[in-house]
């Protein structure tokens, strides 16, 4: 099993995302990605998404545990984590998708619906299990 670490950084109801393109499909996701061995959650967190966005960030309070179990023996945790910049103005306007948009629904792992949802009603107040959010693929 490996471990993930995702950012939830929201502006003005939009949300920032890294995007991707892996064996030839793009891919838009909350930026983060795998926690090294050794490395704190917190230090996975900020340099992922350093990494992927170019923005420094720093960990408010976990959100979100999901995992995927999927095809060809993939497992892994997800960790997302609410998280805020100093430089909002450091966001790029292509780095940020409505919350409730198309698109929002596409990031990858998919969890904005769930989200939206908590959003809408003030926000989860403990951390949410949302259990294996592995989609199938695309053909």
């Not at 704190?40 to 309070?61: P, Q, W």
């Amino acid at each position: 099993m490996r471990v993930n670490v995702r950012a939830l950084i929201i502006r003005d109801g939009k949300v920032v995302v890294s995007r991707e393109r892996r064996q030839g499909i793009d891919h838009v996701l909350l930026p983060g990605g795998r926690v090294r061995d050794g490395e704190s959650i917190h230090d996975a967190l900020t340099r992922e998404v350093a990494e992927e966005t170019g923005l420094m960030v720093s960990a408010d309070r976990l959100l979100y545990i999901a995992e995927v179990v999927g095809m060809y023996g993939v497992h892994d945790l997800i960790l997302i984590w609410s998280a805020d910049t100093d430089d909002a103005t450091a966001i790029p306007e292509e780095a940020l998708v409505a919350v409730d948009s198309d698109q929002a629904r596409s990031i990858m792992p998919p969890v904005m619906v769930e989200i939206g949802s908590d959003l809408n009603n003030g926000g989860a107040e403990y951390p949410r299990w949302l259990g294996n959010v592995r989609r199938p693929l695309r053909p």
